[in-house]
């Protein structure tokens, strides 16, 4: 039986299966896209970020969101949680309970993470992984993309004359971005750039660089096997993962920290909670007997 992985998120490109045209309701609004050019329009970083919302939490509705006190929820907070701003973003996370290896970041902040992927992953590697996102959206790989994304589909009735609103988009659009934003494609200079951002920010706050190479060596062989032929197609514009484990390696040993790496124990339950039992502390007469 083949398993289906999806893009994991844009961070490595090294999956496709999407799920998302499953997963968003395009309803009864979809009207189609605006089947003419769209020239000479503006769209803003904010125009992005709030398209880029939009969309996230379209899909937020539409996909199991882990609860506030579900151990993926916990997991993800204490290993990222603290790391909520930089510079000109802020960060926002949740967890999505699918299986698929997947995690993607968009233009106003906002960070998905599957539950497949905290399966496979320690948090070292989660680590690596969310700061590479993360590094698309701090270099505006994000916003690009979906600005791309609604040149193409010209979604917006008199975009042309500059005077549409994102408030204008339908359903069935703000789907299409969705479905654009799990699917978007990098290039090989964008992706090494949000690898050299993982590892300049696991190396800034003190975590093991070397869980990089880890994160694309377990990519690597996921696409081994069965799923190979399809995968080298969805790589073909696309480093490979081998390649980018080496990359990663090298800056380890370019710095002097280069140590294989060991994969930790993967957790994702939440934690026990302790008993305390208190002793009553019992207290003895003396007796004392007196002679006659």
């Known amino acids: ?131 590479h996102e993360i590094g698309h959206v701090a270099n505006n790989d994000s916003r690009d993309a979906i600005k791309a994304a609604y040149r193409k589909e010209a979604l917006l009735e008199g975009a042309a004359s500059q005077s549409a609103t994102i408030a204008s988009v339908t359903d069935s659009q703000l789907g299409k971005i969705g479905s654009a934003i799990i699917d978007s494609k990098f290039s090989r200079k964008q992706e090494a750039e949000a690898d050299l951002f993982s590892y300049n920010f696991l190396k800034k706050n003190g975590y093991n660089v070397n869980a990089e190479e880890s994160a694309f060596r377990i990519l690597a062989k996921m696409s081994e096997g069965s799923q190979a032929s399809f995968i080298d197609q969805m790589m073909s514009s696309h480093p490979d993962s081998q390649q980018r484990a080496e990359d990663a390696k090298k800056r380890a040993e370019k710095d002097g920290l280069y140590k294989p790496y060991v994969q930790q124990k993967i957790v994702n339950t939440a934690p026990v909670a302790t008993k305390t039992t208190t002793k009553k502390a019992t207290t003895t007469k003396k007796t004392t007997t007196k002679k006659k």
């Not at 009864?28 to 020239?39: E, F, P, S, W, Y």
């Not at 997947?102 to 690596?128: C, K, P, W």
């Open 1 to 131: 039986m083949k398993k289906k992985f999806i893009v994991l998120g844009v961070l490595f490109a090294a999956f496709g299966f999407t799920k998302m045209n499953a997963q968003i309701n395009f309803g009864d609004k979809a009207i189609g896209a605006v089947q003419k050019g769209v020239t000479g329009f503006t769209f803003s970083n904010a125009d992005a970020a709030a398209l880029s919302k939009a969309a996230v939490d379209k899909m937020d509705t539409e996909n199991e969101v882990a609860s506030a006190t579900d151990p993926y929820t916990l997991r993800l907070n204490r290993v990222f949680g603290k790391y909520t701003a930089g510079d000109g973003y802020t960060l926002n996370y949740k967890v999505y309970k699918l299986k698929e290896v997947n995690a993607f970041a968009t233009a106003d902040g906002s960070v998905r993470v599957y539950s497949g992927l905290m399966d496979i992953m320690d948090d070292n590697e989660l680590l690596a992984v969310i700061g």
